[in-house]
């Protein structure tokens, strides 16, 4: 478990980990296909290579891009990462729920309304 005092070059190695997990760096001058993790390794150091992330959540996207950047003295403190996870990631996961259970309601009002005129038209009809 890392501490709250650990050096800001650590949040990179962190983060990569986290995201490693879930992206394979693919050679595109090869076509072996993944790359192998020596050739991961000097393209991170020497090219700035970082993995694509796919995900959806604005703030934590852009705390991954932060605890990569080059330059070890701009990378947040782990005590900024949990500032941001608690807060800002926090906060956007709710409100994005928030819309997603507004749109559900008003889909389901919508379906409710369309099942209320076919049955008033198929009593209409009879």
Known sequence: MFALSCAKGDAYGAFAATVE???????????KGAMS???????????????????SIKSLKSLIKRCWTSTASRRPTFEKILSVLEVRIRDEVFSSADKMQKDLQENAEKEEA????TI???RADV
Request: proline letters at 3%.
């Open 21 to 31: 997990a879930e992206n394979t760096f693919i050679d595109e001058d090869n076509d």
């Open 37 to 55: 993790s020596a050739s991961v390794m000097a393209k991170v150091a020497n090219d700035d290579l970082r993995p694509h992330i796919s995900i």
């Open 114 to 117: 369309v099942k209320k005129k």
């Open 120 to 122: 008033q038209r198929a």
